[in-house]
T-cell receptor, first 109, second 111 residues
Framework: SQTIHQWPATLVQPVGSPLSLECTVE??????LYWYRQAAGRGLQLLFY??????ISSEVPQNLSASRPQDRQFILSSKKLLLSDSGFYLC????????FGSGTRLTVV | QKEVEQNSGPLSVPEGAIASLNCTYS??????FFWYRQYSGKSPELIMF????GDKEDGRFTAQLNKASQYVSLLIRDSQPSDSATYLC???????????FGQGTELSVKP
């Protein structure tokens, strides 16, 4: 069965600093992968999705970017964080009924 | 704009009662419908998904789908305090595609 790993679990970063969040998937090959963000008290917003290596689609114009350097690796990045980038970042894959990783809680201060 | 609507709640039910959670969606092309449970500070856990009109049962949970009315619901029988969480409804257009989420309904089960 599929397992989605995310790290770190929590992160506190100053405004203007860079960001790199990693998602790796085990138990499947070439899955579609998704990055969602959940702001405090809000629903999940799709940020990026990827159907394969090097293939990235952006859903919302923003301060973030994504990359897929390997089949089972999906990375979310920013060059300069904003306060509004704070939130709970979740990686997901539709394999096995659309499951999520454990998430990274980012606080920008 | 494709939308998924849920009552934010909180919905409060006594222990042992049936909790009924509702969701409507705007895109008639939606094909798959998902229910997630999310405890505070945790990632969403998949409860069940449904593709076809009618009911689908899994233990204490029953999902009901009515595509003509663009409506999907989740029933939780014999509700327990441990069921207290936010329940998220999500839909997608095609298998493996992106999900569109509702805002979630907060459920509180009182002992």
């Amino acid at each position: 069965s599929q397992t989605i790993h995310q790290w770190p679990a929590t992160l506190v970063q100053p405004v203007g600093s860079p960001l790199s969040l990693e998602c790796t998937v085990e138990g499947t090959s070439n899955p579609n992968l998704y990055w969602y963000r959940q702001a405090a008290g809000r629903g999940l917003q799709l940020l990026f999705y990827s159907v394969g290596i090097g293939q990235i689609s952006s859903e919302v114009p923003q301060n973030l970017s994504a990359s897929r350097p390997q089949d089972r690796q999906f990375i979310l990045s920013s060059k300069k964080l904003l306060l509004s980038d704070s939130g709970f970042y979740l990686c997901a894959s539709p394999v096995g009924g659309y499951t999520f990783g454990s998430g990274t809680r980012l606080t920008v201060v | 704009q494709k939308e998924v609507e849920q009552n934010s709640g909180p919905l409060s039910v006594p222990e042992g009662a049936i909790a009924s959670l509702n969701c409507t969606y705007s895109d008639r092309g939606s094909q798959s419908f998902f229910w997630y449970r999310q405890y505070s500070g945790k990632s969403p856990e998949l409860i069940m998904f449904i593709y076809s009109n009618g009911d689908k049962e899994d233990g204490r949970f029953t999902a009901q789908l009515n595509k003509a009315s663009q409506y999907v619901s989740l029933l939780i029988r014999d509700s327990q305090p441990s069921d207290s969480a936010t329940y998220l409804c999500a839909v997608n257009e095609n298998q493996g595609g992106k999900l569109i989420f509702g805002q979630g309904t907060e459920l509180s089960v009182k002992p």
